[in-house]
């Protein structure tokens, strides 16, 4: 375990690195280290475990969820200038990465996966493993679908199936410090608004779109804390969304200003616009600040919540001039008898 003072200053957490065996043991031994207060909530777990029992892996990501735990892969190192080891985490140890309210994907030649018999897709259990349905169950409880992991397998090579690091995040596997995005709709009454949140490490960002007729008015809000905003604000050159990677009007409009915590901004789109804010995978918020080499912000899936998103939509279209709304079925004119019989009136 670190939990040094410069861990604490650097990683706001202390980071504890579990190695070996999973097994009913382990998990107690974390579980006692959780209930002394020495692994708080937010603390940092760095895995690194090519066996064990899985349905110990699997109660590991339990107490890693409940007790508000993040997961990344890693190799425990005496000293910092010893070499690094590439981490594997394998099958119980997989499972238990799972249960991390954030999940770090994979990095260098660090690798996760499963056991081809341990897939939560199979039919049958390997001769003294979880059944699949118990998989896909605990899978499920991790806001992981079943389907999500088929996404990122490699061909199996020796019987294991190793999972693509890159391809962890775009499935949701993995989500870098990122809950999953949230969506709320208001209503109002010739003005709808829908609300994206999007929290990362703690900090809670939005974009606000409100309705109108013929356009639409974005809202960003990027949190960072009450000094630092004031002092990004007055370094500001410009503000931006990028819909799909793709800049929109990216030196235009008013330059970005303190609000509390955050940085905001607001912009206004056609309403032609809204059907690709609404179906991209990449919304972002950013900044262009003076002096510094990268740009600051965030983004968002909208994409991802469709089925959320889409009474706003179809509010937000009822607004716009020359729009007609379609006909209830009950409106809709019924044949008369001679059509029905003969396809035409006598």
């Known amino acids: 375990m670190r939990s040094d003072r410069m861990t604490l200053r650097v990683a706001k957490a202390p980071q504890v690195y579990l190695a070996g065996s999973f097994n009913a043991e382990a998990v107690e031994q974390v579980r006692k280290l959780q209930q002394a207060g020495k692994l708080p909530p937010g603390a940092d777990v760095y895995l690194d475990s090519p066996v064990g029992d899985t349905a110990a892996g699997m ?3 339990k107490l890693f969820r409940s007790a508000r ?7 425990w190192r005496e000293r910092s200038s010893a070499p690094a080891r590439p981490a594997i985490c394998l099958d119980a140890c997989a499972y238990a990465w799972l249960g991390g309210v954030y999940r770090w994907a994979p990095s260098g030649a660090d690798r996760i996966g499963l056991h081809e018999s341990l897939l939560p897709d199979n039919r049958i259990a390997a001769p ?6 118990t998989l896909r169950s605990y899978l499920e409880s991790m806001d992981v679908p079943a389907a999500n992991i088929a996404q990122v397998l490699t061909p199996a090579s020796d019987g294991i199936v190793w999972w693509k690091s890159d391809q962890l995040l775009p499935w949701q ?4 410090g990122r809950l999953p995005l949230g969506a709320a709709y208001q209503p109002q009454p010739g003005a709808p608004k829908l609300v994206l949140t999007q929290t ?6 939005q974009v606000t779109l409100q309705c109108a007729p013929g356009q639409i008015t ?10 630092r905003a004031r002092d990004l604000a007055a370094r500001a050159m410009y503000a931006y969304f990028e819909v799909g990677e793709q800049p929109w009007q990216p030196r235009q409009g008013e330059r970005p200003r303190a609000d509390g915590d955050a940085l905001v901004f607001t912009r206004q789109m056609p309403f032609a616009e809204l059907t690709n804010v609404l179906r991209t995978v990449s919304l972002g918020v950013w900044t262009e600040i003076t002096g510094s080499p990268v740009r600051l912000g965030f983004w968002v899936a909208p994409a991802q919540v469709e089925k959320l998103t889409q009474p706003f939509f179809t509010d937000c279209q009822a607004l716009q001039p020359g729009h007609v709304p379609p006909k209830a079925p009950a409106e809709q004119a019924k044949p008369s008898f ?9």
Not at 218 to 227: P, Q, T
Not at 338 to 346: E, L, M
């Open 200 to 205: 990362v490490r703690g900090n809670q960002n």
């Open 173 to 176: 596997v993995a989500n870098n």
């Open 338 to 346: 001679w059509k029905k019989v003969f396809g035409h009136k006598p």
């Open 69 to 75: 735990l993040n997961t990344h892969l890693g190799a």
């Open 59 to 61: 109660e590991m990501g």
């Open 128 to 133: 003294g493993a979880p059944s699949p349905e």
């Open 218 to 227: 974005l809202a960003a809000r990027y949190a960072v804390g009450d000094s």
